[in-house]
């Protein structure tokens, strides 16, 4: 008798510790405990990384010397301030780069950005020989170009003579926030939301521009047609979880 008590005792102990681990409602009525995991968030509180945008086009022949702009500081439509000719794209007005909206939109994680520091990449190529012309890259202080001598004549510009059958030359220029306002760059990267940081879907108050210019060597219009590409690579931060949708989703 002894041992079938201890028989029937071990067996209940067993399945009282299964009711500490089951969830809903057993038929005798008996109310089980629910344990749920803590939730952890995967994404840090400030990420900081490199995104890209890059366009293609072509100045078609008879063209007259332009000046083109595209945002330094902004993620949201870089492009939309500045008309750029003959761009395959199908809009040039909506492009964002590569990945911004997986961060910081509608549906991404984060809710700020700024950017501490950017370069414009061009590559330029005349189709004819005859064609001899010089482009430049620079950041406009204070003032938007129009005028093709002005912008080549900006402090800091950089510049050289491309050539149909040359070796394609790259032309870069980097410039970073802080220097174009005049402030420290801690000032920028300590600043909650304000002049030079945005929200998502929104461009910063303090926004500035690259120009791209060229010419051709008489200041006439281009003989041929002369393709180009453009890159913008942007030093960018992130922050201001959107935990409310992590949690939803």
């Known amino acids: 008798m002894n041992n079938n008590k201890q028989i029937i005792s071990s067996s209940q102990n067993r399945n009282s ?23 952890i968030c995967p994404f840090s509180p400030r990420y900081r990384t490199k995104l890209r945008v890059a366009i293609q086009g072509n100045i078609v022949a008879a063209s007259l010397p332009g000046v083109y702009t595209v945002s330094g500081n902004s993620l949201y439509l870089p492009f939309s301030g500045g008309v750029w000719p003959g761009v395959v794209i199908a ?17 991404g994680p984060y809710r700020n950005y700024r950017v501490y520091r950017s370069t414009l990449t ?14 430049a890259v620079g950041v406009p202080t204070g003032v938007v170009f129009t005028s093709v001598s002005d912008a080549l004549a900006e ?15 790259t032309l870069s220029k980097t410039q970073t926030t802080a220097n ?19 929200v998502y879907n929104a461009q910063p108050t303090q926004s500035w521009l690259f120009n791209f210019a060229w010419t051709t060597s ?26 409310g949708s992590l949690l939803d989703n």
Do not use: H
């Open 17 to 39: 510790k299964k009711k500490k681990f089951q969830s809903g409602r057993f038929a005798s009525g008996e109310q089980m405990v629910i344990y749920r995991p803590k939730f």
């Open 91 to 107: 809009s040039i007005a909506t492009l964002q780069p590569a990945g911004y909206s997986n961060l910081c939109a509608n549906l």
């Open 122 to 135: 061009v590559r330029c190529v005349p189709s004819l020989a005859t064609d001899i012309v010089t482009i």
């Open 155 to 169: 402090r800091g510009t950089q510049s050289t003579i491309v050539q149909s059958g040359a070796q394609v030359k």
């Open 180 to 198: 174009v306002f005049g402030i420290t760059p801690s000032t920028v990267e300590n600043e909650v939301v304000g002049l030079y940081s945005a």
């Open 218 to 243: 008489n200041g006439g219009t281009l003989g041929g047609n002369m393709s180009y590409e453009a890159e913008v690579v942007f030093d960018a931060e992130f922050w201001g979880l959107q935990t």
